[in-house]
C-alpha cells in the first residue's frame, strides 16, 4: 500500500507533462507527506509535555501583567499575517476538495464513490491544516509566553541579589535569614520554567523543522514553476506566508537563545559589581542558574536562528541548479521526438 502511494503521482503526472513536473511535484508530495505524519506523530508522542507547558504558563501570573517589548509585539503582528495567508490557502484547497467529484469519472451504480472521495480528501485536509495552524501558533505564542517567563523569574531573582548587596553588614544575616523562603520559592518557581522550556525545544523544534521542510520545498518548486514559465498550484500571497514562516522562526529562535544569554550575563554582572559571596544559598543559586544552557534547536540536528535562513538558500539553490539541468536535458529530447512525430506524419 505504501509503495502504491509512494509511485501514484509520477504514474498519474507522467503523462505528457514531463520528468522536471513529475520530480518537483513528486518531491513536494512526499515532503508533505512525511510532513503531515511528523506532524501528527509529534503532537502525540509529546501530548504530556503539551499539557504540562499549558498547566505550567497558566498558573504563572507575572505574565498579565508582562509588558511585551516591541520585538515581541512584532513577532505577534507577523504570526497573525502568516496565519492570516495559510488560513487563505486553506480555504482554497478545502473548496477545491469540495468541488473535486466534477472532474472523478464513474458509473452511475458507483456513486456514492464520489461522495466518500470527496469526504475523505476534505476530511484529510481540514485535519492536516488544522495541525498546521496548531504547529504555528506553537511555536509562536507558546515560545512568546515561556520566554517571558523566564525574564519574569530571572528579574525576581536580579532583585534578590540587589537588595542582599545593598544591605549594610550588621543587618545581612537577619535579612539573609528571612530572604531563604524567597529563594525556596524562586528555586520552585525556576525549576518549572526550565522544565518548560525544555519541554518547548523538543516540541517546538519538531514543529520547527516540519513547517521550515514544507515552505523550502513549496518555494522551490515556485521558482523552478517560474523557471520554466508554468502557472503555480497556489497563490502568490501562499508563498509570502512561507517566506513569513521563515522569518518567523528563525528571528524567534534566535530571540530566545539570545535572552537567555542576556540574562544569565546581566544577572553575572550583577553579582559581580556586588562581589557576593558564592558560600551562601543565594551563592548556590546563583551558580545552579547561571549553568544552565539552552538553545532552541531542531532534534539536535540544526540551531534554530539566522543561520537557518542562509541554509534554506542554500537548498534552494541546489535543487533550482539541479531542476534546471533536467529542463536543459529535456529541451534537446522533446526537440527529437517532435521532429520524429513531424516525419512519420509526413511518410
Known amino acids: ?32 507527506l512525511f ?40 513577532y505577534f503582528v507577523l504570526t497573525a499575517l502568516v496565519f492570516g495567508q495559510m488560513a487563505e490557502n486553506i480555504f482554497t484547497v478545502i473548496q477545491s476538495d469540495y468541488n473535486i467529484d466534477e472532474s472523478l469519472i464513474v458509473p452511475e451504480r458507483l456513486k456514492y464513490l464520489r461522495w466518500l472521495h470527496k469526504s475523505f480528501c476534505i476530511a484529510s485536509d481540514t485535519l492536516t491544516s ?3 495552524i496548531y504547529a504555528i501558533l506553537f511555536v509562536s505564542l507558546i515560545g512568546i509566553a515561556s520566554i517571558s517567563w523566564y525574564e519574569v523569574c530571572l528579574k525576581k531573582l536580579v532583585k534578590i541579589v540587589e537588595r542582599t548587596g545593598t544591605l549594610k553588614q550588621d543587618f545581612k544575616a537577619t535579612i539573609i535569614l ?8 524562586f528555586a520552585e518557581e525556576f525549576t518549572r520554567v526550565k522544565q518548560c522550556l525544555e519541554d518547548y525545544c523538543k516540541i517546538a523544534g519538531n514543529y520547527a523543522l516540519i513547517l521550515v521542510l514544507n515552505c523550502t520545498i513549496s518555494l522551490t518548486i515556485f521558482f523552478s514553476d517560474k523557471m520554466a514559465g508554468r502557472q503555480s498550484n497556489p497563490s502568490s500571497s501562499y508563498y509570502l ?19 537567555v544569554q542576556e540574562m544569565q550575563e546581566k544577572l553575572s554582572n550583577t553579582a559581580a559589581v556586588l562581589l557576593l559571596s558564592l558560600d551562601t544559598n543565594l551563592g548556590h543559586i546563583l551558580q545552579w542558574v547561571l549553568r544552565w544552557r539552552w538553545k532552541m534547536s531542531a532534534f539536535d540536528l540544526f540551531d534554530i536562528n539566522y543561520g537557518v535562513i542562509l541554509q534554506i538558500i542554500g537548498v534552494m539553490l ?5 531542476f534546471f539541468q533536467l529542463k536543459i536535458l529535456e529541451d534537446p529530447l522533446s526537440t527529437r521526438l517532435e521532429s520524429k512525430n513531424v516525419s512519420c506524419a509526413c511518410v
Open 318 to 322: 541546489t535543487y533550482l541548479v539541479f
Open 241 to 259: 506566508g512561507c517566506i513569513g514562516l521563515i522569518l518567523l522562526i528563525a528571528s524567534l529562535g534566535n530571540f530566545m537563545t539570545n535572552t
Open 130 to 132: 488544522i495541525f498546521l
Open 178 to 185: 528571612a530572604g531563604t523562603l524567597e529563594l525556596k520559592i
Open 35 to 74: 510532513g503531515d505524519f511528523l506532524l501528527r506523530w509529534s503532537t502525540i508522542y509529546y501530548s504530556k509535555e503539551i499539557l504540562n507547558i499549558w498547566q505550567s504558563l497558566l498558573k504563572v501570573e507575572g505574565l498579565r501583567n508582562f509588558k511585551y517589548s516591541g520585538r515581541m509585539k512584532l
Open 1 to 32: 500500500m505504501l509503495l502504491i502511494i509512494l509511485l501514484m503521482p509520477p504514474a498519474v503526472l507522467v503523462d505528457g507533462k514531463g520528468y522536471l513536473y513529475v520530480i518537483t511535484f513528486y518531491l513536494l508530495f512526499l515532503s508533505f
